[in-house]
């Protein structure tokens, strides 16, 4: 399957160093994803609090990601695949 919101993308800045719920919460992530609408940072779902997937049902925002060093690839939520 093909992408469909590649046109969603913004340019994002994220400032944060983890994610931004576990970081107030005191919690811990296992990797970290980046959201290409707002530049969110949230924790993956192999992390137990899927801030990552949260925030998409949040806000509808479909991209996010990795925001892991030398990983370059983005997941849509809404067509359920990876863009490389």
Same mark, same amino acid.
């Given at each position: 399957m093909e992408c469909t919101h590649l046109n969603q993308i913004q340019a994002v800045t994220s400032i944060s160093v983890g994610c931004e719920e576990c970081l107030a919460s !005191?919690?811990?992530w296992v990797h970290l994803?980046?959201? %290409?609408?707002? !530049?969110?940072?949230g924790c993956c779902n192999s992390s137990k609090n899927k801030?990552?997937?949260? #925030?998409? #049902?949040?806000? !509808?925002?479909? %991209?996010v990601k990795s925001f892991e060093p030398g990983e370059n690839w983005i997941w849509c939520y809404i067509d359920k695949t990876f863009v490389h």
């Open positions: !005191g919690d811990t994803r980046v959201c %290409l609408t707002c !530049g969110h940072v801030h990552a997937t949260k #925030h998409f #049902h949040n806000t !509808g925002h479909p %991209l």
